[in-house]
């Protein structure tokens, strides 16, 4: 099946440093790609949907510029976290979807980012 | 009303007992549905993935979907204690790069 590939699966660093994680789809190409935050024992909230080329169209109360998203390729999207605080340690997880109406939606298996 | 309603659970089973997950939505637009397994820690992973009405069958799940209804089901057969895990229905519509919509998944045991 598809895979997407998340990397770093964890980091802990101090408040104010930033932090990039990148997204990979393997075995497809990746049009659209999503990041997500997720709580504990909570669902998925997303932040954000990026199309390769395109600048990303964030969710409402997401900032941009505190959370910066690049989809230069049809591989790889990252998600840098800049000057991160604590509050902003959380579960981080990016999904792709490849060309057409009907493909499916694959998942990393997230990254655990702790702002000390 | 949420777009999305699933039962948070948990929900505990004997091993090999057979186990209906369910949701229910608002919105007629939705066309493609999808059930998802989340381990803890790990991202989520695609079990089934259907469009439209109907039943799609692999392996010890079955995932059914009822358009008239707004409903959508997932049976898990011969459930094992691997399979205790949050499950999570998502659903889209059929036009661009519309995002998932996620019930709040399901926490299922499946006790040895």
């Known amino acids: 099946g598809a895979v997407v590939s998340q990397h770093p699966s964890r980091v802990i660093c101090k408040s104010g440093t930033s932090v990039k994680i990148e997204c990979r789809s393997l075995d497809f190409q990746a049009t659209t790609m999503f990041w997500y935050r997720q709580f504990p024992k909570q669902s998925l909230m997303l932040m954000a949907t990026s199309n390769e080329g395109s600048k990303a169209t964030y969710e409402q109360g997401v900032e941009k510029d505190k959370f910066l998203i690049n989809h230069a390729s049809l591989t790889l999207s990252t998600l840098t976290v800049t000057s991160a605080h604590p509050e902003d340690s959380s579960f981080y997880i990016c999904?792709?979807?490849?060309?057409?109406?009907?493909?499916?939606?694959?998942f990393g298996d997230g990254t655990r980012l702790s702002i000390l | 009303q949420k777009e999305v309603e699933q039962d948070p659970g948990p929900l505990s089973v004997p091993e090999g007992a057979i186990v209906s997950l369910n949701c229910t939505y608002s919105?007629?637009?939705?066309?493609?549905f999808m059930w998802y397994r989340q381990y803890s820690r790990k991202g989520p992973e695609l079990l089934m993935y259907t469009y439209s009405s109907g039943n799609k069958e692999d392996g010890r799940f079955t995932a059914q979907v009822d358009k008239s209804s707004k409903y959508i089901s997932l049976f898990i057969r011969d459930s094992q204690p691997s399979d205790s895990a949050t499950y999570l229905c998502a659903m889209r519509r059929n036009s661009g790069n519309t995002p998932l919509v996620f019930g709040k998944g399901t926490r299922l045991s499946v006790i040895a």
């Open positions: 999904s792709a979807r490849g060309e057409g109406a009907g493909q499916p939606q694959h």
């Open positions: 919105n007629s637009a939705f066309q493609y």
